[in-house]
């Protein structure tokens, strides 16, 4: 493998440093405690000597190349908390940036180090740029696909996107036509994202200088974590009820009392003769070998001309589309399957729409985190949206990889967020889940004033060794993923979300009791919108050869199957696990979520990485399990 290909690999997490799983590299803190004096680090890492400070001064043409970085001089001990710090580590006395999206433990610390490492050799080597060609070869290295830029490909350096050397590399690269790729890269690659204050100079050159000398002493600031243990499975008795109460009053019930228009339901007599304009995937390139259960419809809605990015969520009605990656310039693409067309939509990533069909949220608009009125995509047809569109609002603070619900009394909308892991669904095994025993969920609300959505007030409470949080559409109910101390996924919590209000509506308190574990491997999860399924995607490891159909791992058929995707479905009231996809070696069915009536959209792509196209495929497993 080569060593960009390890690093797309290594990208598991988007934010400003990813994480993902270990390798045979010594520790970066090889020079733990005492030993070795206060310099023990510095050949624990990349060579951080005379080039790790660079001022390229030089005349390179009609301009200068600014600096990059300066060197620090401080002893490892003092690094290592001063590094801590700015990341927002509590034992060092930080608070916020990294860690509002991203546990600052060892083994994340860790996984940073691994990502900036190769960012280091493969982006960073030739910081003078005194050319074009060598610009553009590092505005190529920052990609993962042309024109969709990867923050983990910069590692810990992302959090310097802001510095005049990045404007000069884009300068040097595309002349006059610079500002545009620019402004892209920034809104997203920028670390901290928006609603965070940006590092200094003095502060880049400071972290930058501990990732350089390897995060030597890391073990003398972060503790060591035990983890949760084993995940045991069950199922309290309440949840048979709430799930009798979700389907008699779930967003289900309510868009079909409201007749809420369903895509490609026109004529249909039942939610299964839905979508029957749409092509079979056994009439398709996919082949018919994609689909199960026996009976159940895998339909192909629109074949995707680009490399989407990260996660892809469909509206209640099932009309629209959301992921990022577009093919035309704009960051994020909304695809409306009634036009057949493709939406761009200047933003990054994390879609999210409301099931009551009042409005959808995109992370890294030009504005930060926006929300919208869903209005804004049926009004005169549009093709492209920058969120300043009337009907748009900006919901500052709330974190990157949000889910969105509504409470079921119509008083307001919510988003939950809390640590997780990026999933860019290239990865052949499922996502570490880095959590800490201080891991939390925030659940912000938001009010709906008929010309946009206000920020209303928001809400911390406390989930340890949880991560990648889920609210429920009817804002009943949250999933989270439970992970032990090294980030190894251990299964699903189901948790009831009780909210305490007063006269007016105005909520007191919210509490999160756990009710269910399920002990199943996959990604992050979606729910129903009558709470009766969990829905996600799971790679292919040896554990899973025989429900595969081979005799074990050893079975040399089972080889080719190893990692790849399929989409699963778990009944929240008994647990019970089904695959409802049938993928062929090459290809991978990604990011399920679920639309009003049943039915359940997901991606699916063949090939090799940044491949195209990719399907849009729906199907209603669901609707022939209950």
Known sequence: MSARAWLRWMGLCLLALGACGDDDRPAPDAGE????????????????????????????????????????????????????????????????????????????????????????????????????????????????????????????????????????????????????????????????PEDHPSFTQAEFDLLTEWFLRGTPRVENVLPALDGPGECTPYVDASVTRLVEEGERSGWSARNREAALLMQGCAGAASPTDCLSAYPLVAETPLGAELGLPAGAQHRALFEVPYRSSYWTKTSADGRFVAHGGNHEGAGASIID?????????????????????????????????????????????????????EGCSRTGGIALYQHVGSSLDGADHWVVTSLWSGDTGESLRDPDVFVSPTASVTLYRLSNTAAGFDLAGSYEISTPWEGNAVISPTMRLMVTQLADAEGAPLGFVLRRIDITRIAGGEVTNIALPEVARYCVPGGKAAMSLDDRWIVTHHRASDEDAVELGFTGPDDPAFAPYRGVSNVYLVDVATGARTRITNVQPG???????????????????????????????????ALGLR
């Open 337 to 389: 399957l009634q036009r057949a067309v493709v939406i761009g939509a200047q933003a990054a990533y994390d879609p999210g729409f409301f099931p009551d069909g009042s409005g959808f949220m995109f992370q890294g608009t030009s504005r930060g985190p926006a929300v919208c009125m869903q209005n804004v995509l049926t009004t005169g047809s549009p093709t492209f949206i920058d969120f300043r569109e």
């Open 33 to 192: 405690g005492d030993a070795g004096g206060e310099d023990a680090g510095r050949d624990a890492g990349f060579d951080a000597g005379s080039d790790a400070g660079f001022d390229a001064g030089f005349d390179a043409g009609p301009e200068p190349t600014p600096i990059f970085r300066n060197a620090v001089d401080l002893p490892d001990g003092e690094l290592a908390t001063a590094a801590l710090r700015l990341m927002g580590a509590p034992e060092a006395g930080g608070s916020e940036s990294c860690s509002t999206c991203h546990a600052i433990t060892r083994q994340n610390i860790r996984h940073f180090w691994d990502l900036s490492d190769l960012a280091w050799r493969e982006c960073f080597a030739d910081l003078e740029v005194e050319t074009a060609e060598a610009a553009r070869a590092i505005v190529s290295c920052f990609e993962e696909s042309p024109g969709v830029f990867r923050t983990a490909n910069l590692g810990v350096f992302a959090t310097g996107a802001d510095f005049e050397w990045f404007g000069f590399v884009f300068r040097r690269a595309f002349g006059a036509e610079w500002e545009e790729p620019y402004e892209r890269f920034r809104a997203r690659v920028r670390q901290p």
């Open 587 to 621: 290809q991978r069915a990604l990011f399920p979520s679920f639309r009003s009536d049943g039915w359940i959209y997901y991606l699916v792509r063949v090939g090799g990485t940044g491949s195209v196209p990719e399907y849009v495929v729906a199907t209603d497993a």
